[in-house]
């Protein structure tokens, strides 16, 4: 069964950091593709960062410089620093066997990341 468990969420006040976690039930390189995504309320899924097999990284223009996605052998994680309100989201890790483009085939539970004052 495949799982991926998302951990670090939490609330933080605007330019603090937080770490997110994932883990995976399968080796990292396993998959092709991973990639984190967010969504707001009342706002469509974002995809904010993702990593191919190679370690190839890239990010969303609202989270460039800001954002870091990394991976060992079993945990995907998102480094995220000078929070914004505008950050706040549940976050969702996500991987594929496939290369892109398409959806990803499996999914975490989501974790809830708030950034206010």
């Known amino acids: 069964e495949v799982r991926l468990v998302e951990s670090g969420g939490g609330s933080v006040q605007p330019g603090e950091s937080l770490t997110l976690s994932c883990v995976s039930s399968q080796y990292t390189g396993t998959w092709a593709r991973m990639a984190w995504f967010r969504r707001a309320a009342g706002k469509d899924r974002e995809e904010v960062a993702s990593?191919?097999?190679?370690?190839r990284t890239r990010y969303a223009d609202s989270v460039k410089g800001r954002f870091t996605a990394s991976r060992g052998s079993t945990t995907l994680y998102l480094a995220m620093r000078d929070l914004e309100p505008e950050d706040t989201a549940i976050y969702s890790c996500?991987?594929?066997?496939?290369?892109?483009?398409?959806?990803?085939?499996?999914w975490g539970q989501g974790i809830q990341v708030t950034v206010s004052s």
């Open positions: 990593i191919d097999r190679s370690g």
């Open positions: 996500a991987a594929d066997l496939r290369q892109g483009p398409g959806d990803y085939a499996n």
